[in-house]
């Protein structure tokens, strides 16, 4: 397999040298000068920016190792362009770039390993088959302890998070999926502190500890007991094998390979072990599987609400302005909600003659107009405006009310004041300005439906 180096992390020059030795080559180098300056063997790697990586078609894999911020910003892109990264977990990711890659692997079906060494040792994968089987019963406790060494007497937080890493991942391998963290610091002072405590527990999970002090040497220790007996392993440093993370990198569907998934647990415990320590408190998780479609099918969701709510407010709105300024008075809206008002379209066209179902609606304003002291009204001619017309108009329904026996029909029919044209075209404005959010979030569901279904292919 032909892999590509991007970051200068040491920390990958096992892994480096591992895959070289399995017969693999690096073509390509980016973001890497310091590692390749202080490991001159890696100096025939040819270097590139990283941006060339993304067109280069000879290279398969890319062994990411890096803590600046580009190196993490060209490791989201690589992954979008589908390239499978084997990622050295470090500090700086942080939950937010682990939870952003995790979207991309999901989106992309990208392959991304984080090189979670210890689960290939064969001490540790032997240890882990005899739980999984049951050969010691149940599991009641785990520990990691560990011994760490420093110019100072004190631990600093940065060393802190850095050791407890890959111990967390140990531990949730080993113990399951923790949903509670709690942290604890001892023996502060102006450097620092002389010991750290980190807890996990969960329901139905065995409780599990880890354990950093100072020490002249360092050490680290795990124990697990268990219904049979404790299981003790004892190590002077950080147990590795990245010849074994190579080859399960490679592989498909090695067994105890880490998912990108089991890092992004590991950056949520040290997420929450800083928030424990700030609130003095044990905090729960709460892991969720996400992806690009499902926050996009859930912001819409909370738009689509707002929108809901939005056009409520602005049919209120609507219809206390429209109420409050209305360009006719009152006398005229009451007559037309009362059936007293006829409007231009009872008549014949530029005639005063009315059609034969404004003829039966006159019948029924006579009766009305017998019966309560109320007045009717003309609605003004208006394309265009003719005051004769009007008045012609009126004059015969003056003489029809009269002949259906109207007292004082003349004093009693009006003609409406024109209606005011800027007022009419800023209501129609006003109403389209309502519905359109609502109108523009409904067409924006469209692209639920035409957008590009998320692949199904394996990398």
């Known amino acids: 397999m032909n892999f590509a180096l991007l970051g200068d992390d040491a920390a990958a020059a096992p892994l480096i040298k591992a895959a070289l030795a399995a ?207 404790p299981i003790t392993l004892e190590h002077s440093a950080n147990l590795k094998s990245p010849a074994a993370v190579i080859a399960a990198f490679v592989a498909v569907d090695a067994p105890n390979t880490p998912d990108w998934s089991d890092a992004v647990r590991v950056f949520d415990v040290l997420d929450a072990a800083k928030r424990s320590l700030r609130r003095r408190r044990t905090i729960d998780l709460h892991f969720e599987t996400l992806s690009e479609r499902q926050q996009f099918k859930t912001q819409m969701t909370a738009i689509g609400c707002g929108m809901l709510m939005l056009t409520l407010l602005l049919m209120l709105a609507l219809l206390g302005l429209g109420a409050l300024l209305e360009s006719r008075d009152r006398a005229v809206r009451n007559a037309e909600a009362a059936g007293l008002l006829l409007k231009e379209s009872d008549f014949e066209s530029h005639g005063a003659v009315l059609t034969p179902a404004a003829e039966a609606r006159v019948e029924q304003m006579a009766e009305r107009l017998k019966e309560e002291p109320k007045s009717a009204y003309l609605e003004p001619s208006s394309d265009p405006p003719n005051s004769e017309l009007d008045q012609r108009r009126r004059d015969k329904i003056v003489e029809r009310l009269t002949n259906l026996g109207v007292e004082a029909a003349d004093h009693r029919t009006s003609l409406a004041a024109h209606r005011s044209e800027f007022w009419d075209t800023l209501m129609r404005i006003l109403r389209l300005a309502w519905i359109a959010p609502l109108v523009l979030f409904l067409v924006a569901q469209g692209l639920i439906l035409v957008a590009k279904p998320t692949s199904s292919r394996k990398p």
């Open 23 to 229: 017969g693999h080559r690096f073509v390509r180098s980016a973001l890497s000068e310091r590692l390749i300056r202080s490991h001159t063997e890696f100096a025939s790697f040819p270097q590139c920016p990283w941006e060339d990586l993304l067109i280069d078609k000879s290279v398969d894999a890319v062994l990411v190792a890096g803590e600046s911020d580009e190196t993490q910003t060209a490791a989201k892109h690589l992954a979008s362009a589908g390239a499978p990264l084997l990622i050295v977990p470090r500090l700086a990711f942080g939950a937010a770039a682990a939870y952003e890659l995790s979207l991309i692997r999901d989106d992309s079906c990208v392959k991304i390993m984080p090189a979670f060494e210890h689960r290939f040792v064969p001490e540790l994968v032997e240890i882990s088959m005899r739980l999984t089987q049951g050969e010691q019963g149940a599991i009641r406790r785990l520990q990691v302890d560990r011994v760490l060494t420093s110019p100072t007497s004190s631990l600093t937080e940065a060393e802190i998070n850095a050791a407890s890493l890959l111990d967390i991942d140990l531990l949730q391998w080993l113990g399951g999926r923790y949903d509670q963290v709690t942290a604890q610091r001892s023996g502060q002072s102006e450097q620092g502190y002389s010991q750290a405590t980190l807890t996990l527990a969960g329901s139905g999970l065995p409780d599990a500890t880890w354990t950093a002090r100072r020490g002249l040497a360092e050490a680290w220790r795990l124990t697990i007991e268990t219904e049979r007996g």
